[in-house]
């Protein structure tokens, strides 16, 4: 790296180190960056700084937010009833995109993933197991990633809140509208034929 600036090299490996982001990628970034007006590179550093300083967890549900509680928790209008849960913040934010749920969220943090030394105990289930004791929930929506580690999660979960009166429900999965059965997995298959419903 003996032709790059001791600052260029600097910003190149630590673009880098962002998840997604190869060597070369950052070397793009990089000289994006030196090349747009000094102001608008700025305005990036300082939202990074922004964020770090600023952004927290919200007391209630772990989603992100900028004070004690997110805007999802301190909206009246949200249906307190239902309770979806999902694994990260950005789940919440995909779900909520979709405009179709008008409930609370709980955000986990994670999964249970004993392979990576995750356990049930470095995510918050225990804030979510009182919350349900203490809400006034009827619903809570399983909604983890149906990978393993995901669906071993909402397992975990569902029989810790057995003995709560709410109805736990997940998210459907199978085929979409618009797909080829000849090119459709045989999971996705079998999630669709378990989960069929009437015409």
């Given at each position: 790296m003996a032709e790059l600036t001791h600052s260029v090299a600097d910003m190149i490996d630590h673009l880098g180190r962002l998840p997604g982001i190869g060597r070369k990628s950052a070397e793009r970034l990089a000289y994006h960056l030196l090349r747009v007006p000094k102001t608008e590179a700025l305005?990036?550093?300082d939202s990074i700084r922004s964020v770090r300083e600023n952004v927290r967890y919200c007391e209630q549900c772990f989603n992100l937010s900028e004070g004690p509680r997110?805007?999802?928790?301190?909206?009246?209008?949200?249906d307190s009833t239902r309770l979806c849960i999902v694994e990260q913040p950005r789940d919440l934010i995909s779900l909520e995109q979709s405009g179709m749920f008008q409930g609370l969220y709980h955000v986990l943090l994670g999964r249970i993933a004993p392979l990576d030394g995750i356990g049930p105990d470095q995510l918050t289930i225990d804030p979510l197991v009182d919350r349900?004791?203490?809400?006034?929930?009827?619903e809570v929506i399983m909604a983890t990633n149906p990978t393993v580690e995901g669906d071993g999660t909402s397992l975990y979960i569902s029989n810790l809140l057995q003995e709560y009166p709410v109805e736990i429900t997940r998210l459907a999965r199978g085929i979409t509208a618009g797909?080829?059965?000849e090119f459709t997995n045989k999971e996705i298959l079998a999630d669709a034929l378990n989960g069929r419903q009437k015409l």
């Open positions: 305005a990036l550093a997110c805007l999802i928790c301190s909206d009246p209008r949200r349900v004791r203490l809400g006034a929930f009827t797909s080829v059965l």
